[in-house]
């Protein structure tokens, strides 16, 4: 079983513009490339989980959105880094949606497809609702970054974030998954036993 970490896409990796839909929009957060690839060398699988209501509300269609996609996976793999997968829902708030966050819907099935350890993932995203599929899916751990709407959640929602970790941003995020990270989490040799004479 692999862990993982599950990323909201708008405010959390990339900057939070209304109905983004050209891959010329895109524009990251600092320090995210690079974060993400400390993600993947230490053998997290990561995941983009993002909402589109913009499709379901006929502002821009799904074509669109797998360009910008494109856009982010072609920068990411110059630095070595892939996506084991994107999940998108594209549904307005007021449609039927298999996947629309909070569901923990793509959690499961990325759980069933590729094998992840959920009690070993966490959930990164800058919307009370993409902390809310973390705790859905039963994630180790949900973190709040304060970029995108981030700030204005953490000042609002009160009793909702006890006991949850608020970060500035994504390489925050990571330095905290690191720590958290138990010391031979993928393999270790055994500590020898002492031998005595005798």
Known sequence: MTPAVFLD??????????????PEQVA??????????????????????TNQSGVGRGYFSMGDVDAVHARISADLAREGVRFAEIYVAPEAPDQPSRGRK?????????QARHRIALDQ????????????????????????????YGHEVASSAGERLRNTRIVTDLPEAVEHIMR???????????????????
């Open 102 to 110: 909070p569901s923990p819907q793509f959690l499961l099935d990325a």
């Open 121 to 148: 993932s966490y959930m990164v995203g800058d919307k009370l609702i993409d902390l809310e599929c973390g705790w859905n899916a039963g994630v180790r751990e949900s973190i709040l970054v304060r970029t995108g």
């Open 9 to 22: 896409r708008d405010g959390t990796l990339i900057e939070e513009k209304k109905y983004l839909h050209r």
């Open 28 to 49: 990251y957060f600092p320090g995210v490339i690079h974060a993400l690839k400390r993600l993947a060398e230490s053998g997290f699988a990561l995941f983009m989980v």
């Open 180 to 198: 958290g990270r138990k010391p031979c989490a993928i393999s270790c040799n055994p500590v020898p036993k002492p031998r005595f004479p005798g």
